[in-house]
T-cell receptor, first 115, second 113 residues
Framework: DADVTQTPRNRITKTGKRIMLECSQTKGHDRMYWYRQDPGLGLRLIYYSFDVKDINKGEISDGYSVSRQAQAKFSLSLESAIPNQTALYFC??????????????FGPGTRLLVL | QQQVKQSPQSLIVQKGGISIINCAYENTAFDYFPWYQQFPGKGPALLIAIRPDVSEKKEGRFTISFNKSAKQFSLHIMDSQPGDSATYFCAASDPGSARQLTFGSGTQLTVLP
């Protein structure tokens, strides 16, 4: 079974709708992240959380919100979806492994289309 | 503001050839440089990583070369295989920014059989 799961895997929605993307992990990691991937732009950080009570904005947080419901669950919401939020969204988890080394483990992604 | 610049955007290599992907950075506080590999329909996965106290790290056919003075690092894939066809991302980590990873824009590698 996958260590990091994302639901849904694909979603089509309309402009103005509220949607939620969910992420669950079984790796026992404290750190969780949401990224979006766009062609030619790489992966850009939306929000990150280092524990249940810690939520931080990333590079492109406008238009998004998150909730860390438990150590293993981190959800991303688009309050009012707009077409330029059409992208591939990834959840990731990590744990520090000595001297600053940190491996992030990514989920399979959610492909979102906003019409 | 793109703190990690990656090139080329796409690369086509014959089987058995050498694939080279380059990255350059500006932030001298970066102290950990991983490369991630992403296959279609999958999330990125760590391939290999280096710290700036060494100039080269090799794992099998994959080598990172690091030039601290030039603020550049590159991924070399020796004896490239069709199974290496994927998108590759370089990244950099800054301890002063809670170890967030800053990713390059990605390189789509195609290895022809």
């Amino acid at each position: 079974d996958a260590d990091v799961t994302q639901t849904p895997r694909n979603r089509i929605t309309k402009t103005g709708k509220r949607i939620m993307l969910e992420c669950s992990q079984t790796k026992g990691h404290d750190r969780m992240y949401w990224y979006r991937q766009d062609p030619g732009l790489g992966l850009r950080l939306i929000y990150y959380s280092f524990d249940v009570k810690d939520i931080n904005k990333g590079e492109i947080s406008d238009g998004y919100s998150v909730s860390r419901q438990a150590q293993a669950k981190f959800s991303l919401s688009l309050e009012s979806a707009i077409p330029n939020q059409t992208a591939l969204y990834f959840c990731a988890t990590s744990a520090l492994v000595g001297r600053g080394k940190e491996t992030q483990y990514f989920g399979p992604g959610t492909r979102l289309l906003v019409l | 503001q793109q703190q990690v610049k990656q090139s080329p955007q796409s690369l086509i290599v014959q089987k058995g050839g050498i694939s080279i992907i380059n990255c350059a950075y500006e932030n001298t506080a970066f102290d950990y440089f991983p490369w991630y590999q992403q296959f279609p329909g999958k999330g990125p996965a760590l391939l290999i990583a280096i710290r700036p106290d060494v100039s080269e790290k090799k794992e099998g056919r994959f080598t990172i070369s690091f030039n601290k003075s030039a603020k550049q690092f590159s991924l070399h894939i020796m004896d490239s295989q069709p199974g290496d066809s994927a998108t590759y991302f370089c990244a950099a980590s800054d301890p002063g920014s809670a170890r967030q990873l800053t990713f390059g824009s990605g390189t789509q590698l195609t290895v022809l059989p």
